[in-house]
């Protein structure tokens, strides 16, 4: 908003610093103060990101340590960052791609739990040395968050903190704009993506894709009320082709249907088309245990897709929760 570039991030994993008053915005600050001095640089070019638990002071006795000890230099792989950046994740996550050019693009994201559009507890960070217009990128970017991450949900909840953004410092020259675009949202899918599957206390992605609907938005509402119910990321959980579970959550998501045209199947399996088909329900079971499950769902009622991404229910997911702070 400043006009000003940004130089350098800075990210705070294990405290939102969130609820947290004036004191909460002077020690933001003062993070952002520290890595400027640290890097030779104007507070105003750095940006700060907190993850964590709400309503507690940040440990700034911790945080000036922990700038102190950065290196002059600072590395250019991206696991130590993505590693730095985990909550309750048990696994980093990045991605990359390379454009025709030789330009990189390199994407960190943090998330496993309080996952819901519009993004919720997520992290999502992209790194590229392309040339790219501001512009350029400030009019895309929303539509690509909202096809990848605003596609996620892990359990229904929201947060106080999230954040996405890609930086762009233009050493590597021009790139054609279009390539540019499809490959950020490449990297931005294969990010949410690793955010769903690593949901708190999951065993499965669970892929929702919609067709046949009205407008991406009707299918983007449906793919997501799928990923979400419990029902149906129970199902998920133990192997049960229950496809009557998928007709609930699409019905209750707004988007409208044909259900006489209505279509689902489940891991390439029909098992509806307007009406009940016959189908090997051991078979389809044991096509479920598997890493990703896959929902198919034809709504029937025009052109529009989209798809959205979620995880399996698990009792580990009520452990981890239930003892969060205790």
């Known amino acids: 908003a400043s006009g000003r570039p940004v130089r350098a991030l800075v990210v ?16 933001n600050a003062a993070m952002a103060v520290g890595l400027a001095g640290h890097l030779g640089l104007e507070a105003g ?26 290196p002059g230099a600072l590395a250019p792989e991206a696991d130590p960052f993505a590693a730095a950046i985990m909550t ?5 996550k990045t991605a990359e791609a ?18 819901h559009p519009d993004m919720a507890t997520m992290f999502a960070f992209a790194f590229t040395d392309a040339r790219v217009d501001a512009g350029v990128l400030r009019a895309a970017f929303p539509a690509i968050v909202n096809r990848t991450f605003n596609a996620v949900t892990v359990d229904g909840d929201t947060s106080t903190n999230d954040m996405a953004l890609v930086l762009a410092n233009g050493r590597a020259g021009e790139v054609d704009q279009t390539e540019f675009l499809a490959a950020l949202e490449g990297v931005m899918r294969d990010l949410a993506r690793q955010i769903a599957a690593d949901g708190e206390g999951a065993a499965k992605l669970l892929t929702v894709r919609v067709s046949g609907a009205r407008t991406e938005a009707e299918a983007l509402a449906a793919a997501r009320t799928c990923c ?12 049960d082709p229950n496809w009557g579970r998928v007709i609930m959550a699409v019905g209750r998501s707004g988007a409208a249907v044909d259900l006489p ?3 689902v199947r489940v891991q390439g399996t029909p098992v509806f088309a307007g009406r009940p088909l016959d189908y ?14 896959v929902f198919e769902v034809g709504l029937g009622v025009g052109e529009a897709g989209a798809e959205a991404w979620g995880c399996d229910l698990s009792a580990e997911y009520v452990s981890i929760n239930a003892e969060y702070t205790t």
């Not at 309750?88 to 980093?92: A, E, F, L, V």
């Open 12 to 27: 705070n994993a294990g405290n939102a610093n969130a609820a947290t008053g004036p004191q909460g915005e002077a020690d």
């Open 45 to 70: 070019a750095v940006l700060t990101a907190s993850t964590g638990i709400i309503g507690h002071l940040l440990p700034m006795d911790r945080v000036r340590e922990g700038l102190a000890r950065l």
């Open 88 to 92: 309750t994740d048990t696994r980093p």
């Open 98 to 115: 390379r454009l025709s050019t030789g330009a990189r693009i390199v994407g960190t994201a943090k998330g496993s739990g309080m996952i």
């Open 228 to 239: 979400v119910s419990p029902l149906l990321k129970s199902a998920v959980h133990g192997n």
């Open 261 to 263: 045209a209505m279509t």
């Open 280 to 293: 090997d329900a051991a078979a389809v079971s044991a096509s479920m245990r598997a890493e990703e499950v």
